[in-house]
């Protein structure tokens, strides 16, 4: 498997946008993957290795969004946006020559891919979404905002584990250990001696500003934009932010949309286990994608 580390492009303000490539000169249609909120490309390390490395393997794209892990921090913290964001993923299209691709969104990722439903639609071969849609539990909302607002430094990764279990552990019953060093190995880097969540903590401030008592907009509009393209929605079996019954809907509105259900787990849920991630393979196999 080629896997490149170290390739960076630039963004239409200047920003390194950091990208990690695996399967690098496989043929065919390559995946994109974009994370959630405060994550970064290693959320999908594991997937993209089995993605690139089956029986008819993809290239994957996985993406640091900019002020996530390797990729540059925005001075202008108020361009910390979808729109923004959204951009950024087809400035890296374009360096990369990529004109069409299957995506895969988790969270934030998702809603950025929303967006390109709209602006975009025609770098959109196939998509799939992460316990994401078109409306979000103020609920699950409100969970991002506690966790986000603890604070606490580990001092190595294996107490980052801990901590993740404490904090997530009801909501992912069918993690292993070894799963949750393997997110603490996502979500942390060790920078000058010390470990740390690798984004800009100007997002998670952004985030826990946002006043959650004011109706939030709907996006069922730009969900209909999918209408057409191969669509895949992941939902986790506890997960609040993308209830049951958005994801039934989702399934009424796009009768083609394949609906999964990850089984012990919440947001969002992790994507190489419980077959999840041969479940999103034989689905990017379709011959329309």
């Given at each position: 498997m080629?896997?490149?580390?170290?390739l960076?492009?630039?963004?239409?303000?200047?920003?390194?946008?950091?990208?990690?490539?695996?399967?690098?000169?496989?043929?065919?249609?390559?995946v994109v993957?974009?994370?959630?909120?405060?994550?970064n490309?290693?959320?999908?390390?594991q997937?993209?290795?089995?993605?690139s490395?089956s029986?008819?393997?993809?290239?994957?794209?996985?993406?640091?969004s900019?002020g996530?892990?390797l990729s540059?921090?925005?001075?202008?913290?108020?361009?910390?946006?979808?729109?923004?964001e959204?951009?950024?993923?087809i400035?890296?299209?374009?360096?990369?020559?990529?004109?069409?691709?299957?995506?895969?969104?988790t969270?934030?990722g998702?809603?950025?891919l929303?967006l390109?439903?709209?602006?975009?639609?025609?770098?959109?071969?196939?998509?799939?979404?992460n316990d994401?849609?078109?409306?979000?539990?103020?609920?699950?909302?409100?969970?991002?905002?506690?966790?986000?607002g603890?604070?606490?430094?580990?001092?190595?990764?294996?107490?980052?584990?801990?901590?993740?279990?404490?904090?997530?552990?009801?909501?992912?019953?069918?993690l292993?250990?070894?799963d949750?060093r393997?997110?603490?190995d996502?979500?942390?880097?060790?920078?000058?001696?010390?470990?740390?969540?690798?984004f800009d903590?100007?997002?998670?401030?952004?985030?826990?500003?946002a006043?959650?008592?004011?109706?939030?907009?709907?996006?069922?509009?730009n969900?209909?934009?999918?209408?057409?393209?191969?669509?895949?929605?992941?939902?986790?079996?506890?997960?609040?932010?993308?209830s049951?019954?958005?994801?039934?809907?989702?399934?009424a509105?796009?009768?083609?949309?394949?609906p999964v259900?990850?089984?012990?787990q919440?947001?969002?849920?992790?994507?190489h286990l419980d077959g999840?991630?041969?479940?999103?393979?034989?689905?990017?196999?379709?011959?329309?994608?």
């Open positions: 080629n896997v490149s580390t170290g960076y492009t630039k963004s239409v303000d200047g920003l390194s946008l950091h990208v990690r490539i695996y399967g690098e000169h496989l043929p065919g249609r390559p993957c974009l994370p959630g909120l405060t994550r490309s290693r959320d999908f390390h997937l993209a290795s089995i993605l490395q029986a008819n393997p993809s290239k994957v794209v996985t993406i640091d900019r996530r892990g540059d921090r925005d001075p202008d913290k108020s361009r910390y946006t979808l729109p923004i959204a951009l950024d993923v400035t890296v299209l374009d360096a990369l020559q990529i004109e069409r691709a299957a995506f895969i969104g969270s934030r998702g809603l950025i929303h390109l439903a709209v602006t975009h639609p025609e770098r959109l071969a196939a998509v799939v979404l994401i849609g078109p409306v979000i539990e103020v609920e699950g909302l409100k969970q991002i905002q506690a966790y986000l603890r604070g606490r430094q580990p001092k190595d990764f294996d107490e980052a584990a801990a901590l993740l279990e404490q904090v997530h552990g009801p909501a992912f019953p069918a292993a250990p070894e949750w393997d997110m603490a996502a979500i942390y880097r060790e920078i000058d001696g010390r470990i740390v969540a690798d903590p100007a997002i998670a401030e952004q985030f826990r500003a006043d959650l008592e004011q109706p939030l907009p709907d996006l069922w509009k969900f209909e934009a999918f209408a057409g393209k191969p669509l895949m929605t992941i939902r986790g079996g506890t997960s609040r932010l993308l049951a019954e958005t994801l039934a809907e989702m399934a509105r796009h009768p083609g949309m394949v259900t990850a089984t012990g919440g947001h969002a849920p992790i994507l999840i991630a041969e479940r999103i393979q034989s689905f990017l196999a379709t011959p329309s994608i």
